[in-house]
């Protein structure tokens, strides 16, 4: 699929709930949120119908998130069904990692791919601060069940925040002695959660990636250490997504930056997201969708392509900067990030 901007669109994200088991202060209040009816939200077969019908349009990667896809029961048999699914190459999961290590062997034994796992702090009790009550050796023992179970690459985000005073060179080291991509992501005020769910967050508490890497140097240089070099061609991790990777010299992983707002990558947006309620956005940062639930549960296979030419239109050619703080009325939880 090309965009009226020339851009392959190739990769789909989908979010599988709304629901989580953590209530990360970024990303939802304490009390958690008014959860979608049952009704509303996708069934898997629905999920697998329109998977297929991209798929023939050029769809090549599909990502899973939620929420915390992994409380959905049955995201291994829908695994399993997307694999099977021509033209599908490529099935991704993005969680918290909470119950990953549970899931893992079963979750390769249908055919996924690859896997990013969330974690903003390595201090326990921060953890619990960040996403009020969760335990770090939970996520931990995740990490290290993807590794042991072979999936290749292992991605480990954090989501930069200067607040947090985050010890970014202590996550960086991760990615020495074990095949770990430990990636940054740039902090965005988006909608409804802006100002982070009364922790006051807001555009001070945005520290570019360029400032991320030059402290992780700096400690670097303070611990008699070489600092992070660019990673090229085949030494960079596989995937889709923006990152920009680095290396320390020797280092079995990599480190990745990802900036949305100080260094935008929308020249090389590839993507689509699919809301656990079944709408199609063409950009995270725009609050136009598109109703694909509606037209899957009413209408024909050519009502879904046409549905996709509609949206593929849509597509922006980027964002401004002031997008992110204004955007969507819907929660991060339910898009899927």
């Known amino acids: 699929m090309k965009d009226s901007h020339g851009r392959t669109i190739d990769y789909l994200r989908i979010s599988l709930t709304d629901r989580c088991n953590l209530r990360c202060i970024y990303c939802m209040p304490a009390e958690g949120i008014e959860q979608v009816p049952h009704e509303s939200i996708l069934t898997f077969d629905e999920i697998l119908r329109f998977v297929r019908i991209a798929a ?7 990502r899973l998130t939620g929420g ?9 048999g829908l695994v399993r069904d997307l694999h099977a699914i021509d033209g599908i190459r490529d099935i991704s999961l993005t969680t918290n990692g909470i119950l990953l290590a ?23 009790e921060q953890y619990r601060e960040i996403t009020r009550g969760g335990n770090l050796e939970d996520v931990l023992a995740g990490i290290s069940a993807a590794l042991a179970a072979g999936i ?6 954090a989501v930069a925040v200067r607040s947090l005073n985050q010890d970014y060179y202590a996550f960086a080291r991760m990615s020495v002695d074990r095949p770990l991509h430990m990636r940054f992501i740039e902090y965005m005020p988006v909608g409804d959660s802006s100002g ?3 922790q006051g967050w807001g555009e001070q508490d945005v520290i570019s990636c360029d400032e991320i890497r030059a402290q992780i140097d700096a400690r670097a240089t303070e611990e008699g250490v070489d600092g992070l070099v660019p990673v090229e061609g085949s030494s960079r991790p596989d995937g889709g997504g923006p990152a920009r990777y680095w290396q320390f010299p020797g280092a079995a992983g990599t480190v990745g930056f990802i900036s949305p707002l100080s260094r935008h990558f929308c020249g090389e947006c590839n993507r689509f997201r699919l809301t656990s309620t079944g709408m199609l956005r063409p950009c995270l940062f725009s609050d136009d969708e598109f109703d694909a639930r509606t037209v899957l549960r009413e209408g024909t296979d050519d009502d879904v392509r046409a549905l ?7 597509k922006p050619e980027e ?5 992110h703080a ?4 819907v929660g991060m939880n339910q898009i899927g990030g």
């Open 196 to 198: 982070s769910c009364g």
């Open 308 to 314: 996709l030419q509609q949206a593929l239109g849509a």
């Open 56 to 62: 023939e349009a050029g769809v090549r990667r599909v």
């Open 68 to 76: 915390e896809p992994l409380v959905r029961k049955g995201v291994e």
């Open 102 to 124: 549970k899931h893992m062997p079963r979750l390769v034994e249908a055919g996924l791919s690859r896997v990013n796992i969330s974690m903003d702090t390595l201090d326990p």
């Open 152 to 157: 290749n690459p292992v991605k480990v985000n």
């Open 319 to 323: 964002h401004t900067q002031g997008d």
């Open 326 to 329: 204004n955007a969507t009325q």
